[in-house]
């Protein structure tokens, strides 16, 4: 290229590095033989040229799921402020994967690592954290020496949802939920046992916890189905599901079953408040997470520990957003 633009290699080099110090006309035509060649540099090499690494890879369980579409989308968006950027992965919820993809990051030279952890074992990531490779926890807290940590009160979001639903006059809850190996399943449950003691009732008595097949739309779907066919057709009178996802799947079994009478009907509390529940037929009450903010802090979080800054932790509250899907008609 520099052959091509009459010039030295070492002005090039200003070109991409120090623009200031080369003359305009020097520039021109430098980029016009960069255009002209279709030249694109090389980002690791140069990484390993000034010793420094630029990329952080983000582990999340399900880049599908619109809540982590959107806490990487927030993530992006604090590493591009100092010009970093982001490898990104699911790990489905399984270690096995999740180990692989852990291995995969490490053997690139990331700066660091955000992770959605796949359980509450924190010990492969305190290695990753011992050979050099800052990690920070991204929804889900942290009691790990050194390790930062980015969660929202899960335990507050599962109680403002079915404070909501008694304060509707609902006898009964029935909860679609995942297994309680996965920590924001687990903290949802505690929230909606919370609200309904704190009412002088026994959980016991007030709420039907069902397993989900999947914690997506497939799932909710599947699993209402099901419940409705063991109770003679009839439908809950007041779901709360563990996400949007699987409420949009308990809407759409209803609609099946028995149309928008159904739907209307039934009410329904979701969790997350992705941008789709709010336009949906039925609008879904919803408890929001401030997906963007969560990415953006456990970001900076990042970068500050692999500066070598203090370990700091983050929660973030959740918040009730009530449309017409929960509302008694």
């Not at 990484?47 to 992006?76: H, K, M, W, Y």
């Not at 203090?310 to 918040?319: D, G, L, N, S």
Request: hydrophobic share 40%; with cysteine; aromatic share 4%.
């Amino acid at each position: 290229m520099a052959r091509a633009a009459g010039v030295s290699v070492g002005t090039v080099s200003n070109v991409f590095n120090r623009p200031d110090v080369v003359a305009p006309e020097t520039r021109d035509r430098v980029q016009t033989a960069i255009d002209e060649l279709g030249f694109v540099r090389n980002g690791s090499a140069r990484q390993l040229r000034r010793g420094s690494i630029t990329t952080v890879g983000a582990l999340l369980l399900d880049i599908r799921n619109p809540f982590f579409t959107d806490v990487a989308r927030g993530v992006e968006d604090r590493l591009t402020l100092d010009d970093h950027t982001l490898m990104l992965a699911s790990s489905d919820d399984d270690p096995e994967r999740e180990a692989k993809y852990l291995r995969l990051f490490e053997e690139h030279g990331v700066l660091g690592l955000l992770v959605v952890p796949t359980s509450r074992s924190t010990e492969h990531l305190v290695a990753l954290h011992g050979r050099g490779v800052p990690v920070v926890l991204l929804d889900a807290p942290s009691s790990t020496p050194g390790m930062s940590s980015v969660s929202v009160d899960d335990v507050a979001g599962g109680e403002l949802a079915a404070a909501h639903l008694l304060d509707q006059g609902f006898a009964t809850i029935t909860f679609l939920n995942g297994p309680h190996s996965i920590r924001q399943c687990e903290a949802r449950r505690a929230g909606v046992d919370r609200a309904v003691r704190a009412r002088g009732l026994d959980p016991a008595d007030v709420v039907h916890e069902v397993p989900l097949a999947s914690l997506d739309a497939v799932g909710g779907d599947q699993t209402l189905g099901a419940w409705i066919d063991a109770h003679g057709g009839a439908a809950p009178e007041a779901i709360f599901c563990v996400n949007d996802l699987v409420a949009v799947g308990a809407q759409r079994c209803l609609r099946k079953r028995g149309g928008n009478e159904l739907v209307t009907g039934t009410a329904i509390v979701g969790y997350d408040d992705i941008d789709v529940a709010a336009e949906l037929a039925q609008p879904l009450t919803s408890v929001r997470q401030p997906t963007h903010e969560m990415g953006y802090e456990a970001a900076d979080l990042l970068l500050g520990r692999a500066a070598g800054g203090p370990v700091r932790h983050t929660i973030f509250q959740p918040e009730l957003v009530v449309r017409a899907s929960s509302l008694r008609s």
